[in-house]
């Protein structure tokens, strides 16, 4: 499976902003975007010339180190965005966000994205009573996510939901039963993704 093995913490001071990459530690003084708000780099703090496209550019790559995905990934997900129905941008942001990976993070059972990956790849997650160890499975309204009994990472699990303080009001989570469930698709105003999708969709466009 292919992933990026970089720094995280540079990669949230490139982007000027918490993607929330590393968990606990980002919630503590110890964050690098909190000691070091500059890009990282010889010219980090230079002026950087701002043009239509870096804007554009700058807004994907946000999007995509949000989500933890490699470029071709993200622009898979773009192209069968583009095939629905819907607004682009939107219905870009509604795959992302359903993802098994994406749910099981904002279930509160994963500190990070990152871990809830490397959780689902290990098999520590089921949907409606099937194990599924695909981090891009896409999760549909009404199913239901849970950590089967005989899981060795419920301790972690555990430690995990003592970092949540909300979750995600298309969603719902017992975190005590470590089970969550589906309740429908996210709508726009439910996505807290820090992104101007339409930028993206307009840097595709070209």
Known sequence: MARDLGPKCRVCRREGMKLFL?????????????????????HGRGRIKQSEYLLQ??????????????????????????KRSGVT?????????????????RLGFAASRAQARQLVRHGHFQVNGRRVNIPSFQV??????????????????????DLVST???????????????????????????PVQEQLIVELYSK
């Open 167 to 193: 979750v995600a009001p298309w969603l719902q989570a017992d975190h005590d039963g470590l089970t969550g469930k589906v309740l429908k698709q996210p709508e726009r105003a439910e996505i807290d993704t």
């Open 140 to 161: 549909r309204p009404n199913d239901i996510v849970t950590v089967p009994p005989s899981s060795s990472a419920q301790q972690v699990i555990r430690d995990a939901t």
């Open 89 to 105: 941008g939107e219905e870009l942001l509604r795959m992302l966000e359903t993802r098994l990976d994406n749910v099981v993070y």
């Open 22 to 42: 590393k968990g606990e530690r980002c919630l503590t003084e110890k964050c690098a975007v909190e000691r070091r708000s500059y890009p990282p780099g010889e």
């Open 57 to 82: 550019l700058r807004e994907k790559q946000k999007a995509r180190r949000y989500y933890g995905l490699l470029e071709k990934q993200f622009r898979t997900y773009y192209e069968k965005a583009s």
